[in-house]
């Protein structure tokens, strides 16, 4: 009883015991910490006792080292001498690790910045945070710093908790290159056509946009390869931006080339058997080109610009040429195959000894212009003329060699005889008009009125049909080959109706009466009158009358209707009239002319060379 009563007595002096198992505790996985265990009150000796004991470095103690593996609530129960009891728990917490968290990587173009996303989780808060490397940070101790590296670069956070647990992470902040544009290369198309722009970029960031311009004729202007279709030359100039908003430029030139045009050269000729080179050519377009001759017969090479063509006769050769994108073009060249040159010596001629007459060489065929070669050269005023005066001591053949600008030759004679007498048996040395009657027998104008023994007829009277062949072979004109029928006192069956005819075609003589298409005439056997000479020989001459009268003859008055003809001939020196003195003379227009007095008119009007 009286240890009951003591004890009691010790109890109120002490105070009611009480556990106190201490604050709430957390650590890190792996670590330990130290339970703050004690009591208020009771009375001692005290007992202490942890549960559960697991971790606890001694359950037996007020303040045992807890080191737990996971959370747990240890409950301390106190005991002291009386046997009084009281239990209080406290929790020590196993934090999870901390982690650190960088943020997504990020791309941001040269000279700009970019927010780096960092946090931390687990562990124990506040949480100290430190980036590294520090280069291009505003604050590398705070948890979202903004970065404006000048190169890519890897940052680094280390976040450390209140347990002091250490967590890293990295994010990188990638400096892209410059966007770079590419236009492609230029391009070159025909006049209505088109052309695929070649557009690219690379560098900067994908997504990229494209912006073409100008934007005319193109079928879409914000693809990467549009297609162009321009009307003329024109740069177009692509603008590329990345997903940063990085912008380049480039430009290609799409070239409206001009048209092809071929050049097939000039014409060409040459001698049966030759050849020549077609100087064919083109410009224009783009090069390169090719060429097409046809016809292909004769051609050296029908698809070179400069065939060598030999042709058997006169072809014309087209040629067709193409350029590298398509466009063609032709132009032609004719190559004449030229016929054989033709030398002409003319009509033998014959004059009297110590006389001259005048060679009518010509050339034809060929291709003039011609060079003229006369052998023997003796006796020749100019062996390299079509037509040079001959003066033989005795008859002579002389050859003429005609040689065309091809160096076809060809050649022909002429016999030219020397008379030692008179031409004309009635027509004696010492006759006053014999040397203007010689000339144009030499000439080829007459060739007398009987032929053997040749005779001229000196007093014989011209008629109208011998004047119609004296003009046209002085004229050197052609008489006709078909008969028209312009007179109808001139039939098929007369012998002069193509000299007569050929001098009405020549506008030499309308007739000498009637209607034409009707009853026109010619009156061939009509006597020819000075009058009428003058009239011929204007015409023939291709003279023009006289416009204003002088008076020159007193029986040709101004009202005559011939008047201009008479005094034009005059003029030129080809008659003086039939009688009188200056101031008085008489021009007898009505007269017959004869045949002597006619040779006179022919050889002035026709400048024809005397004979001696």
Not at 50 to 57: D, K, N, R
Not at 74 to 86: E, G, P, R
Not at 279 to 300: D, K, N, Q, R
């Amino acid at each position: 009883m009286a240890w009951l009563v003591l004890n009691v007595m010790l109890a109120s002096a002490g105070g009611k015991l009480t556990a106190h198992a201490g604050v709430d505790r957390t650590i890190a996985s792996g670590g330990s910490c130290t339970l703050l265990g004690r009591n208020t009150g009771g009375v001692g000796p005290f007992t202490f006792s942890w549960s559960p004991t697991a971790g606890l470095s001694d359950p037996n103690i007020a303040q045992p080292t807890a080191s737990p593996t996971v959370t747990t609530i240890y409950t301390l129960t106190v005991t002291d001498s009386l046997a009084a009891t009281d239990s209080d728990s406290a929790t020590v917490t196993v934090a999870s690790a901390v982690v650190a968290e960088a943020g997504p990587d990020s791309t941001i173009a040269a000279g700009g910045s970019a927010l780096l996303a960092g946090s931390a989780s687990g562990g124990l808060a506040p949480y100290t945070y430190s980036w590294s490397p520090t280069d291009g940070l505003s604050d590398p101790n705070i948890a979202q710093p903004t970065a404006s590296p000048s190169a890519t670069t890897a940052y680094t956070l280390t976040v450390t908790d209140n347990l002091s647990q250490i967590s890293t992470d990295s994010a990188t902040v990638t400096v892209a290159s410059a966007v770079v544009a590419e236009a492609g290369p230029d391009s070159t198309i025909a006049s209505g056509g088109s052309a695929l722009l070649a557009g690219s970029a690379s560098g900067g960031v994908e997504p990229y946009t494209y912006s073409w311009s100008p934007t005319a004729d193109l079928d879409d202007p914000t693809s990467a390869t549009p297609t162009a279709s321009p009307s003329e030359t024109t740069v177009y100039t692509l603008e590329v931006t990345d997903s940063l908003l990085q912008t380049d430029t480039d430009s290609a030139t799409v070239t409206v080339a001009s048209a092809v045009i071929a050049e097939a050269g000039p014409d060409r000729t040459i001698a049966a058997g030759g050849s020549t080179t077609l100087a064919g050519s083109a410009s224009g377009g783009v090069e390169p080109y090719t060429y097409s001759w046809s016809p292909t017969a004769g051609l050296s090479d029908p698809n070179i610009a400069q065939p060598t063509a030999s042709p058997l006769a006169t072809t014309t050769y087209t040629l067709t040429v193409t350029d590298n994108l398509g466009q063609a073009s032709t132009d032609s060249a004719t190559v004449t195959v030229a016929p054989p040159v033709a030398a002409q010596a003319g009509p033998d001629r014959t004059i009297v000894a110590g006389g001259s007459t005048t060679l009518a060489g010509s050339a034809s065929g060929g291709v003039g212009p011609y060079t003229y070669s006369w052998s023997p050269a003796d006796g020749l005023s100019d062996p390299n003329i079509a037509q040079p005066i001959v003066s033989p001591t005795t008859t002579t053949v002389y050859t003429l060699t005609v040689t065309d600008s091809l160096g076809q030759t060809w050649t022909d004679t002429v016999i030219v005889t020397v008379l030692n007498a008179p031409i004309f048996q009635d027509v004696p040395m010492n006759y006053w008009a014999r040397t203007y009657i010689e000339a144009i027998s030499v000439a080829g104008i007459t060739a007398g009125c009987v032929g053997s023994p040749p005779l001229y007829c000196p007093a014989g009277i011209v008629t109208r049909g011998q004047m119609a062949i004296f003009l046209i072979r002085a004229m050197g004109e052609t008489p006709c080959s078909t008969y028209n029928g312009y007179f109808t006192d001139v039939p098929e069956s007369h012998p002069w109706w193509p000299w007569i005819e050929r001098i009405k075609e020549l506008g030499i003589t309308t007739g000498c009466g009637g209607t034409p298409g009707v009853d026109l005439q010619y009156c061939p056997n009509g006597n020819v009158t000075r009058g009428q000479m003058a009239i011929f020989l204007i015409r023939a001459m291709a003279e023009t009358p006289c416009t204003t009268y002088n008076g020159y003859f007193t029986d040709v008055p101004e009202s005559h209707p011939w008047w201009s003809w008479i005094e034009r001939i005059k003029e030129l020196g080809i008659t003086a009239g039939c009688a009188g003195v200056p101031g008085n003379l008489q021009y007898c227009l009505t007269t017959n002319i004869p045949r002597d007095q006619m040779a006179i008119f022919l050889a002035r009007a026709f400048n024809l060379p005397l004979a001696p």
